[in-house]
């Protein structure tokens, strides 16, 4: 059962419980490099298989860090399902983010989210706190945790903004 980030009153039933796994996400060299290239980081512990066997400590390229945050979009999207009352939510940022082990070429990693914190933000807006950690298959140690956050904002109970939705000011 995916869980409606809308429904503040079934949410508050889930507070301090994991709410979801996503299923395992195989990341291969060229979504590496497509990353690197990207955000132009051209490194080769990341890019150049050759490089890494000779000198990287790992033997093989390793995923970049913000690659692996940036995966919990994917990862989240097949744990939380809109509500029906839910006009938007918003990625808040994060609270804490660490690093813990790197992602070998080639390995899946998927993310275990568990409902932390739910804080009112006045009328129809409360803030999520959500702990996604990211196990790596076959390893014992998470690739990275996170406190991430999600502003909340029913549509039922909140004025929409005209520039919000595309409609001309009359």
């Known amino acids: 059962m995916r869980i409606d980030l809308s429904d503040r009153t079934s949410l508050q039933q889930h507070l301090g419980q994991e ?4 299923s395992w996400h195989a990341i291969d060299q060229m979504d590496i490099d497509a990353f690197g ?27 970049y860090g913000f690659q692996t945050i940036s995966m919990m979009t994917a990862m989240i999207n097949e744990i939380l399902k809109r509500g ?3 006009a938007y939510k918003l990625n808040y940022g994060f609270d804490r983010v660490r690093l813990m ?6 390995t899946s990693i998927r993310g275990i989210a568990k409902l932390k914190k739910i804080e009112d933000r ?13 196990e790596i298959q076959g390893k014992e140690k998470p690739a990275a945790v996170a406190d991430w956050l999600f502003m909340v904002v029913n549509g039922d109970e909140v004025e929409r903004r005209p520039e919000m939705t595309g409609e001309a000011k009359g």
Do not use: K, Q
């Open 19 to 22: 709410i979801g796994r996503s």
């Open 37 to 63: 290239r990207l955000t132009r980081d051209v490194d080769a512990m990341h890019m150049d298989p050759v490089w890494a066997r000779d000198h990287s400590p790992f033997g093989v390229t390793i995923v």
């Open 84 to 86: 029906s009352r839910e």
């Open 101 to 106: 082990a790197p992602v070998e070429v080639g």
């Open 122 to 134: 006045g009328p129809g807006r409360f803030l999520v706190t959500i702990e996604m950690t990211i």
